[in-house]
Structure formats: C-alpha cells, structure tokens
C-alpha cells in the first residue's frame, strides 16, 4: 500500500459508523453480512448503511457481492493487512521483517468466525 492508498482507508475509518461497520465485517469473515443484518446489528438506517458501505468500498476496504436478492458485504483482508503493515514497516525506526497479518481461514480465526456468525 502507498501513502495515498493509507490515507484513503484511514479517511473512511476515521468515522464511528464506518469503523463499526469494518469491525463487524472483519468479524464474519470471507463470508461476510447482507446488508439487511449489517443495518440491524448496527442500528442503523439503509440509506445512511448505503453510504457508509459505499465510503469503505470506495477505499478498497470491502467488496460487495450479490447472493439472490441480497447485497454481501465482507470485509477485505488483504487491503488491511497492507494498511498494517504499511503503518508498521518502519516500527522501531527499522523494516518490520513480520507485520501483522489477519488470515480468516487460519486456525485461529476459523472458530471465532463460526461462533460470531451463530450469534
């Protein structure tokens, strides 16, 4: 990830909504939430979820797909985890040979995942 690339995902977390939205799709893994679920969970209305949806898409966040009638918004790890290791390259004031990295399908996050989609 590039500076402008940084400053495009960290604007459109930079808002309360948005960055609770992010966290919750992170949670769900690649499967992610319709955004009738999304809108529950948050409390939010669907025209204000249409456009914070639209802000985290825009800055490469999340991705949309459609299952039937529903929009699926998951959350794309692959634009974090550049983000971190972007923001933590130089930790230390040297080149941080292992940054951190989110892998749903790892281990460690295989059960989580399923316990925070029965909930």
Same mark, same amino acid.
């Given at each position: 990830?590039?500076? &402008?690339?940084? %400053?495009? #995902?960290?604007?459109?977390? #930079?808002?309360? *909504?948005?960055?609770?939205?992010?966290?919750?799709?992170?949670?769900? +893994? /690649?499967?992610?939430? /319709? @955004? +009738?679920? %999304?809108?529950?969970?948050?409390?939010?209305? /669907? #025209?204000?979820?249409?456009?914070?949806?639209?802000?985290?898409?825009?800055?490469?966040? %999340?991705?949309?797909?459609?299952?039937?009638?529903?929009? %699926?918004?998951?959350?794309?790890?692959?634009?974090?985890?550049a983000l971190l290791a972007y923001l933590t390259e130089n930790c230390c004031g040297r080149d941080?040979?292992? @940054?951190?990295?989110?892998?749903?399908?790892?281990?460690?996050? @295989?059960?989580? *995942? #399923? &316990?925070?989609?029965?909930?």
């Amino acid at each position: 990830m590039d500076q &402008k690339g940084a %400053i495009a #995902a960290l604007g459109a977390l #930079a808002q309360e *909504t948005r960055l609770e939205l992010f966290r919750l799709l992170v949670t769900q +893994g /690649p499967g992610g939430l /319709p @955004a +009738g679920v %999304i809108a529950d969970r948050l409390g939010v209305l /669907p #025209a204000s979820l249409s456009f914070h949806l639209q802000q985290l898409a825009h800055a490469g966040l %999340i991705t949309q797909r459609r299952l039937g009638r529903q929009l %699926i918004y998951s959350a794309e790890y692959g634009a974090m985890n550049a983000l971190l290791a972007y923001l933590t390259e130089n930790c230390c004031g040297r080149d941080a040979v292992g @940054a951190p990295v989110c892998d749903p399908a790892a281990e460690c996050c @295989a059960g989580r *995942t #399923a &316990k925070t989609t029965a909930a």
